[in-house]
């Protein structure tokens, strides 16, 4: 029997503060039947589009409707296999459509594609919108970026520390749509556990935002809460580019066998680890015994040195045995344990991220999320904005109150709920032309 995830999900797209018009599109497509979700999982796609004369919104429009249409409608063998037709499928819309219109000649777009399903999570991509996993005080990119400055890097001809100064950062190697034909990054599969968030956008959000600050948000807040702050700091810090951010939890995850996997180890577990230490403390005090009994005789001439190899050897063939015949192969050491892998004999090895950062709560982070609302509830008095100012306060006082305690979750819940209500009273002010 197979039994559908608990996925909570929030999605949040802005114009940003400098552009005229949002080129980026989202889409997410969740699976509500026991057999969908077995053959095609839940699936979330951000693209962010580009080309001149505003066409940058069709093409992006074009693949967050074409894509799920070829996902979801398609006969294929494997998940991998279904979304890398669906892209090539989006990536033929676009071309098609732009060789109808001269205008539309150079119009193309990002694409990046989370597919969570029973075996874990699979991702296809093009362009430089990202993918993250958060986990556990960690953030972990699982895209590459198809950009000028990674390519850079890849190659060694860049450094993380120096590239910046060498290569501007917006210039992209691969999108959909220019080309018939383009190259796809399909990886997977990713380890799926419950408790773990994923983050989906556009560089509108990582041009201004540290993954350190994104993963601090991400897995503080709920995903409502949480998409809606990480868009309003990238405007708060210049918002240049449109910004488009899809935030998941995984509260219950299931594995094929439809048991659903816990965070929390149950008891068996943790005897399991505790039969692993004795038994290795006796394998190590064993080897020691025999190699130095070893030793011995061979200084006084009473053995032969290959008996030195062998009887390790069987020491470590006996613990082996004790370990196989106690059903704890998977916890032996120097093996890698499939104790945090989906359950599927026939699953390929685990993809690892890119590259990974902290994402706990800095004090300099939380300084910022405290400027940032002072300097905005200095700006909304001084031009007149509707603003509740006791409301600001109460809240205000209880974020300090929380930060004093050290409860830096709940100091950054107040932050975010009043930054808010500010930049409501910002974008109103801004944008009513």
Not at 103 to 118: H, K, N, R
Not at 252 to 270: C, H, I, M, Q, W
Not at 336 to 347: L, Y
Request: hydrophobic content about 40%; charged content about 20%; overall charge negative.
């Amino acid at each position: 029997m197979i039994i559908l995830p608990v996925i909570q999900y929030a999605s949040h797209t802005d114009v940003g503060m400098r552009r005229a018009a949002n080129q980026d599109a989202l889409v997410v497509k969740l699976s509500t039947e026991f057999s969908d979700w077995g053959q095609c999982g839940h699936l979330f796609t951000v693209a962010d589009g580009m080309g001149g004369h505003s066409v940058g919104d069709l093409a992006s429009r074009i693949t967050v409707e074409s894509l799920p249409l070829a996902y979801f409608k398609q006969e294929a063998e494997t998940v991998a296999e279904r979304l890398q037709n669906a892209i090539v499928a989006a990536n033929r819309a676009i071309n098609d459509k732009a060789r109808e219109n001269p205008e539309f000649a150079d119009m193309g777009t990002t694409c990046s594609s989370l597919v969570l399903t029973p075996n874990g999570a699979w991702i296809g991509h093009v362009g430089d919108s990202r993918i993250y996993r958060v986990r556990a005080g960690k953030i972990e990119q699982l895209t590459f970026d198809h950009s000028l400055q990674w390519e850079m890097v890849r190659q060694g001809k860049a450094t993380i520390d120096n590239v910046d100064m060498l290569h501007p950062r917006n210039v992209i190697t691969r999108c959909l749509g220019p080309d018939q034909n383009v190259e796809i990054d399909i990886e997977g599969p990713f380890h799926v556990l419950p408790g773990d968030h994923f983050v989906l956008c556009s560089d509108g959000l990582t041009g201004h935002l540290s993954d350190n600050e994104i993963g601090a948000i991400a897995g503080s807040l709920p995903p409502a809460d949480a998409a809606r702050l990480l868009v309003n700091l990238a405007n708060c810090r210049g918002g240049t580019d449109n910004v488009t951010v899809v935030v998941a939890r995984v509260e219950k995850y299931p594995r094929l066998s439809g048991e659903f996997v816990d965070l929390n180890p149950p008891a068996t577990a943790k005897k399991r680890q505790g039969n692993r230490k004795w038994v290795s403390t006796l394998f190590l005090g064993l080897f020691l015994l025999f190699g130095s009994i070893g030793l011995v005789l061979l200084a006084f001439g009473k053995t032969q040195p290959g008996l030195l190899t062998i009887c390790p050897a069987l020491i470590l063939g006996f613990m082996r045995f004790i370990i196989v015949t106690s059903g704890k192969a998977d916890d032996f050491p120097g093996e890698q344990t499939t104790a945090s892998q989906p359950n599927s004999p026939s699953m390929p090895a685990l993809k690892t991220p890119y590259r990974s950062a902290s994402a706990n709560i800095e004090p300099a982070f939380m300084e910022f999320l405290r400027e940032a609302q002072s300097e905005l509830t200095q700006a909304g008095q001084d031009n007149g904005w509707m603003l509740d100012m006791d409301e600001l306060g109460e809240i205000n006082r209880q974020a300090l109150l929380a930060f004093r305690h050290k409860k830096m979750e709940q100091c950054i819940r107040f932050r975010a709920q009043a930054i808010d209500e500010l930049m409501k009273e910002l974008y109103a002010h801004t944008r009513r032309n």
